[in-house]
């Protein structure tokens, strides 16, 4: 079993920036990738950014160049800076750890973005 512990949600004005953290801890692959996902109010849950543990990068369009992935693999960490944010960010941000035919994911963090 995985358990994966998210923090550093909150409330930022519009322009703002806020950096997520999420902590992996239990039973972890050497092959895996972590990464970010979003769900706002009435919608579905759709990806933000992943990183391989080599350090692979992938981002939606719509945070490319605003938000930044990364990783540290000696403490199982992800990290998602996110900058010049915006209203629409706002959503509850789950953080996703995949091993070969298994995700986990952690309880959330909201992040309010105020206009």
């Known amino acids: 079993q995985v358990q994966l512990v998210e923090s550093g949600g909150g409330l930022v004005q519009a322009g703002g920036s806020l950096r997520l953290s999420c902590a992996a801890s239990?039973?972890?692959?050497?092959?895996?990738?972590m990464g970010w996902y979003r769900q706002a109010p009435g919608k579905q849950r759709e990806l933000v950014a992943t990183?391989?543990?080599?350090?692979?990068?992938t981002y939606v369009d719509f945070v490319e160049g605003r938000f930044t992935i990364s990783r540290d693999n000696a403490k199982n960490a992800v990290y998602l800076q996110m900058n010049s944010l915006k209203p629409e960010d706002t959503a509850v941000y789950y953080c996703?750890?995949?091993?070969?035919?298994?995700?986990?994911w952690g309880q959330g963090t909201q992040v309010t973005v105020s206009s």
């Open positions: 239990g039973s972890i692959f050497n092959i895996n990738v």
């Open positions: 990183i391989t543990r080599g350090g692979s990068t």
């Open positions: 996703n750890l995949w091993q070969p035919s298994i995700h986990y």
